[in-house]
């Protein structure tokens, strides 16, 4: 967008500047490079001027005024620094000390700290105040982060973190005066608000008064400035997140977002919980060494070369003895695109498998044979549309255990531009940025999505009749043998008036209905997609959430089976099975429970792999290895390189899958980075 506004001349400290006519002091006095110190500004968040720290002399005028919130005139005349100044600044300094109990010593932000930093810009030596505390209480009962009221400083960028970015409204000022502190909803503990642990008050905060509680600890031994920053984007949910890292001495030390008001993502550069925490959490004990089981069950450390070929000669030793077709693979879809084709190429090609999979392939199939058996390719829109539609309808259940994060962007948007967004579901939990919510037995979900597309029909061919839509299409007799209640009948309306009144709407598909084995459900959504979709788009506005964050990229590879062996027969010959930390959940028990030999490649010894194991080959995290992700929607993918460098003596997972391939005669592919282009087609 053209910038249309104009520029006035002004002075600051004796240098006369030309800037855009409504820019603040403070955004004139950076663009020029003039430091002016704050401690209540950041940039991603609105002007707030509570610090006072930012004061400036405009004209000689005896009183002095926060630059963040004062806009430039022309010829005006600003002193950045000067003796009254900064007496003014020392002052305030010292009183935010001696308000609350600021020990450096003992603070995990010590020497990563604004205030701190600004108290030794000024000089600060001592107080020529009194001390005048009081005891605040401290908030631990997040396993994420901790918060100690005694270090805070009342600036008020949490709030407006969680109120601007966040969406969540959870942070506000509680009591008045010298008791004034931050609270969580009614005062609530952390625990047990409304909090989605997001974490970013916890990275706008100035000084430790919120703090990681994972790795406190580690930022003793290294500061922000002696860390290596790494840029790059989180996989976790296929949303692909901009990240920075913070590496010090091999250790993950932080993980922030991108904060920007002007970056071009729906989230402003906000990271969830997966994001910003789940890394640093271990979801069992690192695998550091093979180990093979015994026939008397104990477990024993191997060398790479005989746990590898133990694995190989079992899996040779079963096709021999079963068939060809007795062997299965099964592999996560967190995995990099790389790894996914090279266990492909090994399994197939090398080992002749009679079955291939994803931990999530039953969503895909589901997806598949909903298009049309295939015949219709799976296309989607860019889910950065959740930031542009006018109304949105989610269909199945609630994104926050798939991508938490797309809560935080409806949220935000209904606060903001009253976004309205509907719901149906056969489950009861209603997040709170929905509008209208609609209750129906999951066998009644197809019946309901129909009478939804003829009501919606109806009101858009005779929206224009007299200026205005008109009465039902006549489907609440559809609705009368569902099962569902008087208000789901009223907010069956009112979604179908806000889809035919949408100028933009979008149709979002959950986990909980690509899961189902119900493909008039499936085929109930997508209709009403195409059919609110203007001619024009080659892609329909639906948005098809996937269950992990490189599962649109497991699928693209063609790892997914496109059928289910028998039951009679399924995972019960030699298994192997490939994973990552994301997504090695009991969830699979059932799947290979009946494996006669189990051999796993996996960067943590999970409790119930240890029972049902043969083989357990350790690997490198998603962290440790280089990668192409796939994005949610199919439509970018992005190549990362590994952040920290795997345990010593733990292969690569390519070194790992080609020792293999020798055994076998097989070569595996060399490529690695650009082993992908940009893809543009569809998924199947």
């Known amino acids: 967008m053209e910038n ?64 963040c919130v004062t806009p430039v005139r022309s010829g005006m005349t600003v002193v950045t620094e000067n003796e009254r100044i900064t007496e003014s600044r020392r002052t305030i300094v010292e009183f ?132 290596e920053k790494i840029t790059t984007f989180c996989p976790l949910c296929g949303l692909m997140c901009p990240t920075d890292l913070l590496i010090s001495n091999n250790q993950l030390i932080q993980v922030d977002g991108h904060l920007s ?16 925490f789940q890394v640093f959490r271990s979801p069992a004990g690192r695998l550091l060494h093979p180990l093979v089981r015994k026939e008397d069950g104990d477990w024993v450390v191997a060398n790479w070369q005989e746990a590898l070929f133990l ?44 079955y291939l999979d994803t931990f999530d392939g039953q969503h895909f199939r589901n997806l598949k044979g909903t298009f049309y058996g295939g015949a219709i390719p799976i296309r989607e829109t860019s889910w950065k549309q959740v930031g542009k539609s006018d109304f949105i309808l989610i269909a199945g259940g609630n994104p926050e255990t798939s991508q938490p994060l797309l809560q935080s962007i409806f949220r935000r948007r209904f606060m903001e531009t009253e976004l309205r967004t509907g719901l149906i579901s056969s489950l009861d939990d209603v997040p709170s940025f929905v509008t209208d919510f609609i209750h129906v037995p999951s066998n009644h979900l197809a019946e309901l999505l129909r009478a939804l597309l003829a009501e919606v029909d109806h009101l858009c061919k005779k929206e224009k009749q007299a200026g205005k839509t008109i009465g039902s299409s006549g489907s609440f007799p559809l609705l009368a043998g569902m099962g569902i209640s008087r208000d789901a009948k009223s907010a069956f309306t009112s979604i179908a008036r806000s889809i035919a009144e949408a100028e933009n709407p979008l149709v979002i598909v959950d986990t909980s209905l690509t899961g189902m084995a119900d493909s008039n459900s499936l085929n109930g959504v997508i209709d009403l997609a195409r059919r609110i979709t203007p ?150």
């Open 261 to 276: 008001r002007a970056n071009g993502q729906p989230n402003q550069g906000q990271l969830c919980c997966k994001g910003r």
């Open 311 to 354: 694995t190989v000669e079992k899996m040779k030793a079963i096709q021999v003895q079963k068939g060809e077709k007795a062997l299965f693979g099964l592999a996560s879809p967190m995995l990099p695109m790389e790894e996914l084709i090279l266990f492909r190429e090994l399994m197939e090609k090398g080992l002749n498998a009679g």
């Open 4 to 67: 249309t506004s104009t520029p006035v001349n002004i002075t600051i400290n004796g240098r006369e500047l030309k800037v855009d006519e409504g820019t603040s002091i403070l955004q004139a006095a950076r663009q020029h490079g003039i430091y002016i110190p704050t401690l209540c500004h950041h940039e991603a968040l609105s002007d707030y001027g509570g610090c006072r720290l930012c004061v400036v002399e405009i004209d000689g005028a005896p009183k002095l005024s926060a630059s």
């Open 535 to 684: 001619s024009s788009k080659s892609e329909p506005n639906l948005l098809i959430l996937k269950p992990e964050g490189n599962s649109a990229g497991a699928w693209k590879t063609g790892m997914v089976a496109q059928k289910v062996p028998d039951q009679a027969d399924c995972l019960k010959g030699g298994l192997l099975l490939m994973g990552d930390e994301s997504s090695m959940g009991e969830d699979i028990l059932a799947r290979i429970h009946a494996a006669e030999f189990l051999a796993v490649i996996t960067p943590y010894a999970h409790k119930f792999l240890m029972d049902r194991a043969h083989v357990l080959i350790p690997k490198p995290t998603w962290l440790e290895a280089d990668g192409t992700y796939m994005s949610l929607d199919g439509l970018e993918q992005l190549f990362r390189k590994k952040t920290i460098a795997p345990p010593e003596g733990v292969w690569a997972t390519r070194e790992i899958l080609s020792a293999m391939g020798e055994q076998i005669d097989l070569k595996v592919s060399s490529k690695q980075e650009g082993l992908f282009k940009k893809r543009s087609d569809p998924l199947v």
């Open 96 to 227: 935010l000390f001696a308000e609350r109990n600021h020990n450096c010593m003992f603070c995990p932000r010590s020497g990563n700290c604004e205030l701190q930093r600004l108290a030794y810009e000024l000089k600060m030596d001592h107080l020529t105040v009194s001390f005048s505390y009081k005891k605040f209480p401290s908030d631990i009962t997040s396993p994420y982060m901790a918060m100690d009221h005694n270090r805070c400083i009342l600036c008020g960028r949490c709030v407006r973190a969680c109120t601007e970015i966040a969406g969540s409204h959870v942070l506000a000022f509680h009591h008045r005066g010298p008791k004034t502190m931050i609270g969580m909803d009614l005062q609530e503990e952390r625990s047990h608000s409304t909090c989605l642990n997001c974490g970013v008050c916890l990275q706008v905060c100035p000084t430790g008064a919120i703090y990681n509680r994972l790795r406190s600890h580690y930022f003793v031994k290294g500061r922000e400035h002696v860390c």
